[in-house]
């Protein structure tokens, strides 16, 4: 019964997996990179309910431990993979339940039996695969770390303050990083039951999101080291202002649905081609647009463009976040200060965004305007030439 019925259960599976919402990593991927080991496992199975052919449990071994690896890559979470899995179970009962209802009761419980354990065995291997490639991401994020690391202490030597202060900022992610670490390896000298194997992975990609914010906090101060030293190169180009601000809407608008934020951006006015760098007025849109973001609870983050004169334009980003005392708008440029208190400021900060934003703008020979007030909101006005121009000391440096 079960192997007339691989084909129809893969593609039922495979749809139910695309509607649910609480696997989210599955929305932009074809159908076979859902599919994946499904049928092969289904046919696998066939072997284990069967009494005259010889068990293939190993084919479900193997490629379970492949769909782990698969999984990490395309980015899931572990609770997704514990509830593709779920509905694979349901599937596989719902296809099969008229056909059983012909069967006496004890070959209904053996079949049920069967294929719980074969799915739990599947889990089992998946788990321990993506556990695996979880923890050499970990790997390769240490490793990176440790060389970046090496070039900031060589950048900040002799800035001693804000090493100091850079230190404190280092501090509570790289403590989360040993804590979990030491987590998961006192875990992994046994082997997880089913049922621990979720926890587990969250310790990792807590470990994981932590290295991460370790290394932007580490790039964005070698950003600041670099300007100040005076090793910061623009590269001017003609950009297409407009498709250049649509990449970053694009790339950052995830992250305002997750707050139900509305994002709104009016590039009519803007100029259709500039003379500038695009990679550092790329940089300016991402962490003005990703900063008000953060700190907007609800409401609307907007980015609007205009030209004031015949020789600049403009990008205005506001929103209607918590907004920014006066004691504190003469400083909010300054690398390392974060506005505000404890209730309001973000965690993840690392008070460098906007320091950057600040010395780009002056690097591309433009100014930066706030305008804001506390529960009402921000706006951002940078002020930029149409034709960035390159000082001689500029294009002496290598």
């Known amino acids: 019964m079960l192997a007339e019925k691989i084909d129809k259960i893969t593609k039922t599976w495979v749809e139910a997996v695309r509607i649910d919402r609480q696997i989210s990593s599955s929305n932009n991927l074809p159908y076979s990179a859902i599919q994946n080991h499904v049928p092969d496992v289904l046919r696998a199975m066939t072997t284990v309910l069967s009494q005259s052919q010889d068990s293939n449990i190993q084919s479900i071994v193997q490629n379970s431990l492949e769909h782990g690896v698969l999984r990490a890559a395309q980015g899931f979470a ?121 926890p ?97 609870p609800s409401g609307t983050v907007q980015l609007t463009c205009q030209m004031p004169s015949d020789h600049q334009w403009s990008i205005a980003v506001r929103d209607t976040g918590v907004g920014i005392a006066l004691e504190d708008q003469s400083r909010i440029f300054d690398p390392f200060f974060r506005a505000g208190n404890s209730d309001t400021q973000v965690p993840d900060s690392t008070g460098l965004g906007l320091a950057i934003v600040s010395q780009l703008v002056k690097l591309m020979q433009g100014e930066i305007e706030l305008v804001s007030q506390v529960g009402v909101g921000s706006t951002f006005t940078v002020i930029l030439p149409l034709q960035v121009k390159i000082s001689a000391s500029q294009s002496a440096m290598p």
Do not use: W
């Open 78 to 198: 572990p609770t997704e993979i514990a509830r593709e899995y779920r509905l694979l179970r349901q599937v596989i009962f719902s296809a099969l339940e008229t056909d059983l209802l012909d069967s006496t009761v004890r070959e209904v419980i053996r079949v049920y039996d069967v294929i719980n354990a074969t799915i739990d065995e599947a889990i089992a291997q998946c788990f321990k695969s993506y556990v695996e490639e979880r923890l050499r991401e970990l790997q390769q994020l240490q490793s990176q770390a440790e060389l970046t690391n090496q070039e900031l202490t060589r950048l900040v030597k002799e800035n001693q303050e804000n090493v100091s202060q850079l230190a404190h900022e280092l501090k509570n992610p790289l403590n989360s990083i040993i804590g979990y670490s030491e987590l998961i390896l006192r875990s992994s000298r046994s082997t997880p039951e089913v049922q621990d194997s979720v």
């Open 200 to 296: 587990h992975l969250e310790h990792i990609e807590r470990v994981v999101r932590n290295g991460r914010q370790l290394l932007r906090l580490i790039n964005d101060t070698l950003e600041i080291s670099r300007y100040e030293a005076g090793k910061m190169k623009l590269n001017p180009e003609p950009t297409d202002v407009r498709a250049l601000i649509d990449d970053v809407f694009k790339m950052l608008e995830p992250l305002a649905a997750a707050k139900d934020l509305q994002l709104v951006v009016n590039c009519e006015q803007a100029p259709e081609k500039v003379l500038t760098d695009p990679l550092r007025l790329q940089q300016i849109v991402t962490n003005l647009l990703s900063n008000a973001i953060r700190y907007t």
